[in-house]
């Protein structure tokens, strides 16, 4: 899944790929498009495995499923608030603006895909019946078997393995709506919603670049006190806004490393660091790679 550069606060646009590309790195493996002209439903798919996790407010042209493995972490489609944890699905349908962190101290483990139905219009139909209710269970961890089965036909290249994973990719559907459709025949309510100041001190995190971010201003900016925005928000949010704020500029960190070419002295100075040797340690903490490693692994 990737991550977004700095806006404006509204969500950004990720574009859907346009050419087969793999990236791997310790914390993340993502594909994409990897039957090029012959099999475009799938757009990408890709797992990650981090502790500290955030992706921006974006939407695409494109249908998104996530599937928690493991940890607990929170998603939200403009104002509902859907809170997820190890065996959750969580759906985004094209042109809903999004965005989703990790919660708590424990690995987060993600699988997600992209794809695309305009070939299985029937099926394509049903996708956009599912309302409000944007999470389902996966008790027996079908999608994560198929996920994986359909990481090991792309990375194995065994023969006929473009019909394997086209049946895998049908399984994988079917599988999800069969789920939505228990959702949707066991809920008696709506979704939680964001209050209106959690929303505004998102949208002012996701304007304002840089680490020293300084949370009593934040506090000050939507007429609260530090500790009231901090219930609030770990309430909410499942962490505090300090540990929000860390999860954004680690996030923002390899988004540059990553798609810019941008010498790490000026990233660092960028988000506002004092120093390229305090950047790097942080980022060394949060990530167990020194800028330079993170780049080269993406490359």
Known sequence: ????????????????????????TDS????????????????????????????????????ELCYVDEGRGWFSIDEYLYEVSAG???????????????????PYRLYYMGFKLV????????FYKIGIHRTARDEKGQIKMICDGIFAEIRDNLPNSQQMVQG??????????????????????????LPPVIRQVLAVLNTKEGFQTDVEELARSVSLSRSHLDRVFKQFIGISAGKYIRQLTI?????????????????????????IHH?????????????????????
């Not at 990530?287 to 490359?299: A, D, G, I, L, W």
């Open 1 to 24: 899944m990737k991550t977004s550069p700095i806006n404006d606060g509204k969500p950004y646009k990720h574009a859907t790929p346009s050419a087969s590309h793999t990236m791997e």
């Open 28 to 63: 993340e493996i993502r594909i994409e498009l990897p039957f090029h002209y012959i099999f475009e439903n799938l757009t990408y798919i890709g797992v990650l495995l981090q502790e500290i996790w955030h992706v921006a407010p974006h939407y695409h042209d494109h249908f």
């Open 88 to 106: 959750d699905l969580f759906l985004t349908k094209p042109g809903e603006g999004h965005q989703g962190a990790a919660a708590g101290d424990q």
């Open 119 to 126: 070939e299985l219009r029937s099926m394509e139909a049903d």
């Open 168 to 193: 895998l990719f049908m399984q994988m559907l079917v599988t999800v709506l069969r789920a939505f459709e228990t959702k949707r025949n066991s809920v008696d309510k709506r979704p939680l919603t």
């Open 251 to 275: 996030d923002r960190a390899k988004h540059y490393l990553r798609e810019t070419s941008e010498s790490v002295t000026d990233i660092s100075a960028h988000l506002n660091f004092e120093s």
């Open 279 to 299: 950047f790097s340690i942080f980022f060394k903490r949060h990530t167990e790679m020194s800028p330079q490693e993170y780049r080269k692994s993406t490359k």
